[in-house]
């Protein structure tokens, strides 16, 4: 692996993004069709994807099962061997920020950001884990954020994305001690990309140190090379872009 970007020892043939819109989804469509991944299914909720032969782009949204569902059926004869989760929300669509204080919580708020977050990418699990065969190698991975740590949280703040990543953890930590029962060399985790410079990252830049933002296409370069170096051990857990586990 090269120390410095973690480039991959290995790609897959297939694979999936959900979220391919978004600033690290479309890196990373991008970047595995640079690595020579033949077929990249590539979600986003317009179904466009990044124009090129290996592109099979389909539409989805995380509110809609249905849409889960129809996607996972559309890849069931040729599955990804690859499933990124890249989507979620830190502000919602009609500009609700993260809450800095308890005094701020909304319920409303905080259900859209659980749907997201939280229940969208279990809903992609349940139906693309069903596709996995027992016999080969798989990675299911969401991104998730180092934010979600409970034992790491020393700032607070950010309460419902904090805690729609830690509830993500949880369930990617279940996922993967029932896959590991019957797919032994399956591997499910959750990812931590690292500061991106995305549309979800602008608002809250301008404190940030120099060279804290990493741009998307370097975040994707490291978070497949991470991928691409783990084993069956290492899953349930999380993990940054350097391939450092993130404590729960
Ligand atoms: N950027 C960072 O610094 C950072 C740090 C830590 C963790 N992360 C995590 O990394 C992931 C990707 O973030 P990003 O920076 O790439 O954000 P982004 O550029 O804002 O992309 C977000 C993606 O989520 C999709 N999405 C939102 N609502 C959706 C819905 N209802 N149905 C389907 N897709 C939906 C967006 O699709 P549309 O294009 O249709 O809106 C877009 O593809 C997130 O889970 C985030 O929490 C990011």
Known sequence: MDETTNAPRAVPRTACVFGASGGI??????????????????????????????????????????????????????????????????????GTGPERT?????????????????????????????????????????????????????????????????????LIRNFAIEMARTHPQGIVVGLHPGTVDSALSRPFQAGLAPGQLTAPELAAERLIGVLAGLSPEQSGRVFDWRGAEVPA
Do not use: Q
Not at 66 to 93: F, N, R
Not at 114 to 133: D, Q, R, V, Y
Not at 148 to 165: E, F, P, V
């Open 25 to 94: 989804g479309k890196a990373l469509c991008e970047k595995l069709a640079a690595l020579g991944c033949e077929r990249i299914y590539a979600g986003s909720r317009r179904g466009a994807a990044p124009t090129g032969s290996a592109f099979t782009p389909f539409a989805f949204d995380l509110n809609d099962e249905v849409s889960i569902a129809a996607a996972a059926a559309m890849m069931k004869d040729d599955p990804p061997e690859w499933v990124i989760v890249a989507s979620g929300v830190l502000t919602l669509a009609d």
């Open 102 to 170: 308890y005094k701020r919580l909304d319920p409303r708020v905080m259900a859209e950001v659980f749907a997201l977050n939280t229940i969208g990418p279990a809903l992609i699990a349940k139906h693309c884990l069903a596709l996995m065969p027992r016999s080969r190698p798989f990675v299911f991975a969401a991104l998730s954020a180092r934010v979600g740590s409970i034992s790491d949280n020393r700032l607070g703040g950010w309460h419902s994305y904090r805690a729609s990543k830690a509830a993500l953890n949880m």
